[in-house]
């Protein structure tokens, strides 16, 4: 999560969306007092190669902080309507089909033995959904960022932020890639009821942005 004062920015992270990518490449664009949330010990010395800033301002005096996947309801409750309503906030979302198969092989790191099937079938799925997604930049249901940037239109939505910053974005460093073994495109990995049972998990994504479960030229590393 990055709260930059500098360009008036407030960028929410959610899971499986390039999000460490995205917040490496933001961070360069930060200020002394901008505010920079962690990111794992591998992905901050990325960072660091790369020269950007690292963590900073996230611990505030009353002991709050902010944290990583921090909700954009909780991160309007701590800076205030007044920074909130005239700074520009945004996040990212995937297509839910592609993401829960990313989320399953990131997943594999602690479970290798499971199958699709079997991760499916746990429930454990969802969690990249709500408390991974849609609960993050929404309240009661209401989207309350300014914009949901989507994963798959990638390079068209950092060109609208470039040009909303006034600055080029670097190119994004490829954090926590190289985990997802099956590269099939996502529609020749589900069966019709596995399909489908995704497909209820992320109900208000799908309404909210349209997705469809169809085949598409490519897919980005996860």
């Not at 790369?50 to 944290?67: E, K, T």
């Not at 249901?141 to 994963?151: A, E, F, L, S, T």
């Not at 470039?162 to 589900?190: C, I, M, N, Q, W």
Request: charged letters at 25%.
């Amino acid at each position: 999560m990055i709260i930059s004062h500098r360009h008036r920015f407030i960028f929410i992270k959610t899971k499986k969306t390039a999000g460490t990518s995205l917040e490496i490449a933001l961070s360069a664009l930060c200020g002394p007092d901008d505010i920079i949330t962690p990111i794992s010990p591998r992905d901050e010395q990325l960072r660091r190669d790369l020269g950007f800033r690292g963590p900073q301002n996230y611990q505030l005096p009353d002991g709050r902080q902010f944290f990583n996947h921090a909700s954009a309801s909780a991160v309007r409750q701590v800076v205030g309507t007044g920074i909130w309503d005239n700074y520009f906030t945004f996040c990212f979302e995937r297509n839910p089909w592609d993401k829960v198969i990313s989320w399953y092989h990131w997943e594999c790191q602690q479970r290798p033995d499971i199958s699709f099937g079997a991760f499916l079938a746990s429930g454990h799925f969802a969690l990249v959904g709500g408390p991974g997604g849609f609960d993050l930049y929404t309240d009661n249901g209401d989207v309350i960022v300014d914009r949901v940037c989507r994963y798959e239109d990638m390079a068209s939505e950092l060109a609208l932020l470039a040009a909303r910053f006034g600055t080029p974005l670097p190119t994004l460093p490829k954090a926590k890639s190289g985990f997802r073994r099956d590269r099939r495109h996502y529609s020749e990995v589900y069966t019709a009821q596995q399909r489908e049972l995704v497909a209820q998990a992320f109900r208000r994504e799908i309404a909210l942005l349209g997705y469809r479960f169809e085949p598409a030229a490519s897919i980005q590393s996860s």
